[in-house]
């Protein structure tokens, strides 16, 4: 198991490219089993939730390549070519779905595509209960069979195919949005979903199956209208750049007091992030197609709430709240998507940070400098919030359990080293 060492006290200053958005990816990859032709994906990063669904595809029969090379080559180098005309097994196991909660994906699309299909319930990240409820409540309103048995969810199409149908989200979810999308566009019909997710990566979603052939207009709104078609044809089509992945190299600019060039990301996919990013004194500045974060000197507190897109991401809240411990003044987090998503806060608290936490709120007070310490990351964006805080600490922090980063972060500790980050990745011992 790995672990990254970082000595802080370097302002960073470079340039970081920005790479294609693990979530906009996934569903992009998981929509490949809607057509029996190729669907090549440019602008894919190489992270092992990449892989995971990679996996899961080729395990139905997927023919996964890059012109013709390996698969290896494929993914190391950003492009990938699907093609899912010999679907030999509608079975997503366990073994491989329980490493990713986005396998639940694959659902939809399977059952389309082939009538009836088997998936395991999903595992990933410990943040908090992340329900397949509203999934299933869209498959069951087209008029799908389900039921749960011994942790997977059995799905069939009773005969004449689902139909289209008006999907009333009780709360707005990313996921069951995209499973909408998936389950409609082939199916007899006109549907309408509302209440939808209009993150840029389902907007993404819905554009590469208006490539291939889909018929949905509202696309960026809470209310899409899909006319179901009788068959999609495969594209090419590029991944949009990683919002977060932007945001959190922006705070490691400011958080040690340099500079970062972030190439390779449309500000105007950034929802609020860089809004509250000026509210704290950082500098966001456009330079043609790339965009500048640098510090400002003084960090200033915020108060800030989780909610859904354009408003603040909750996969940012973590990365924030590392800024936020080297504020001037106090500032409040409330976490409203995600009921387990201060696991986090101990490991700051070990690195000196102020912080205390009542219900759903974390209130912060500012400090001077981290201290260096050992520390464990506990999911995805927790563990990059610990990097950000090692590169501002006052000594040599170790970071434990960094496979979580490698899940949405691609070369994490390359990037920060060109930009003059003191940061190296290790094996380490199991002696925690």
Do not use: W
Not at 45 to 62: C, E, K, Q, R, Y
Not at 193 to 199: H, P, Q, V, Y
Not at 319 to 329: H, I, R, V
Not at 349 to 378: L, P, S, Y
């Amino acid at each position: 198991m790995d672990k990254i060492t970082v000595k802080g006290g370097v302002p960073l200053h470079g340039t970081i490219e920005i790479g294609g958005a693990k979530n906009a990816a996934l569903p992009l990859m998981a929509a490949c089993l809607l057509t029996d032709d190729d669907v090549e994906l440019y602008n894919v990063p190489f992270l092992t939730d990449i892989t995971t669904m990679a996996n899961l595809l080729v395990s139905f029969g997927v023919d996964l390549s890059m012109n013709g090379t390996s698969r290896e080559q494929c993914l190391t180098g950003r492009s990938l070519v699907l093609n899912a005309g010999n679907i030999t097994d509608t079975t997503a196991h366990y073994d491989i779905v329980r490493k990713m909660r986005a396998s639940i994906l694959v659902l939809a699309p399977l059952l389309v595509r082939k009538g009836q299909t088997k998936v395991s319930l999903p595992g990933g990240c410990a943040i908090g209960a992340r329900p397949v409820n509203l999934h299933l409540k869209v498959l069951e309103e087209m008029g799908a069979e389900i039921r749960l048995e011994e942790g997977y969810v059995h799905a069939a199409i009773p005969e004449g195919g689902l139909r289209g149908a008006e999907i009333n989200f009780p709360i707005v979810s990313v996921g069951a949005t995209e499973t909408a999308l998936m389950a409609t566009v082939l199916s007899n019909g006109t549907s309408i979903i509302k209440n939808a997710a209009c993150e840029p990566e389902v907007t993404d979603l819905a554009n590469l199956l208006v490539a291939m052939g889909a018929d949905i207009s509202g696309i960026g709104t809470t209310e899409l209208t899909i006319n179901g078609v009788k068959k999609l044809r495969g594209t090419k089509y590029k991944v949009i750049g990683d919002r977060i992945e932007a945001g959190t190299y922006a705070i490691a600019a400011a958080i040690t007091g340099g500079e970062i060039e972030l190439v390779g990301i449309d500000k105007n996919i950034m929802g609020s992030t860089f809004d509250y990013l000026r509210k704290a004194g950082v500098i966001i500045e456009e330079k043609g197609d790339s965009v500048i974060a640098k510090s400002g000197g003084k960090i200033n507190p915020l108060n800030i709430s989780t909610a859904p897109y354009p408003d603040f991401a909750t996969d940012m809240q973590a990365q924030f709240m590392a800024l936020m411990c080297l504020a001037d003044g106090e500032s409040v987090i409330a976490e409203n998507i995600f009921e387990n998503r201060f696991m986090h806060v101990p490991e700051l608290q070990r690195m000196g940070a102020n912080i205390t936490i009542n219900g759903n709120k974390a209130i912060i007070k500012g400090i001077k400098q981290f201290n260096r310490a050992e520390v464990m990351a506990t999911d995805l964006r927790a563990s990059v919030s610990m990097v950000l805080a090692a590169l501002a600490a006052d000594g040599e922090t170790i970071i434990r359990r960094v496979y979580h980063i490698d899940r949405g972060y691609e070369r994490v500790e390359e990037k920060l080293a060109a930009c003059g980050a003191l940061i190296v990745r290790s094996r380490a011992q199991k002696n925690y």
